[in-house]
Structure formats: structure tokens, C-alpha cells
């Protein structure tokens, strides 16, 4: 079993930054991969960004060049920083680890992003 923590949501001015975290427990965390989703209001969820156990990183189109996936695994942590952020990033993030047989889901944390 794994479990996924999601942290750093929060309200910004539109061109601002945050970072999000996503710890998950166990020992087995350098071998996970990791991806990023949002849900929007009334929109369907999306995966935003990735990183493989390996260090092999993948992003939406509409989040290239603004947001950076990365991993420390002696911290048990997946981090996503956003840039420039803009009104149509505002959603609910959520963190998904992968084992491979099984996935794990965080709650999720509210990004809110004014105009």
C-alpha cells in the first residue's frame, strides 16, 4: 500500500508561482512513477506532467516550457513547479503513483490562480 500526499495549493495573481509536492510512503518510492493530474470545475481530469523511477520527464502541451516535474527520492517526494501561471491552470491537482499492478491517488490540492 501505498500513500500519496499532495501539498502547496494555494491562490495566485495570474503570472505567479507555485510548487506543488507529492510525498508517498514506503520504500519502494525510487522505484515509482510519478504523475500530476488536474481536474478543473466541470472538466475532466488531465495529466499535466510525469516522471518515470528513472528520471524521464513528460508534459502536457499546454504546460511546456511553464512547468518543471522533478523528483528527490531521498525525501520520498515528487515536486511540480509552476510558472507563469494563468487563470485556465486553476483546478484541483492531484498526484497518481504507479507500481506498476496498482496506482495510488493522493486527495488532491486546490490551485486557484486570479486574473
Known amino acids: 500500500q501505498v500513500q500519496v500526499v499532495e501539498s502547496g495549493g494555494g491562490s495566485v495573481e495570474a503570472g505567479g508561482s507555485l510548487r506543488l509536492s507529492c510525498s508517498a510512503s514506503?520504500?519502494?518510492?525510487?522505484?515509482?512513477?510519478i504523475d500530476w493530474y488536474r481536474q478543473g470545475p466541470g472538466q475532466q481530469r488531465e495529466r499535466v506532467a510525469g516522471i518515470t523511477d528513472g528520471g524521464t520527464t513528460r508534459y502536457a502541451d499546454s504546460v511546456k516550457g511553464r512547468f518543471t516535474i522533478s523528483r528527490d527520492n531521498a525525501k520520498n517526494t515528487v515536486y511540480l513547479q509552476k510558472n507563469n501561471l494563468q487563470p485556465e491552470d486553476a483546478a484541483n491537482y492531484y498526484c497518481?503513483?504507479?507500481?506498476?499492478?496498482?496506482?495510488?491517488w493522493g486527495q488532491g490540492t486546490q490551485v486557484s490562480v486570479s486574473s
Open positions: 497518481r503513483a504507479n507500481t506498476g499492478p496498482q496506482l495510488f
Open positions: 514506503g520504500s519502494i518510492f525510487g522505484h515509482l512513477n
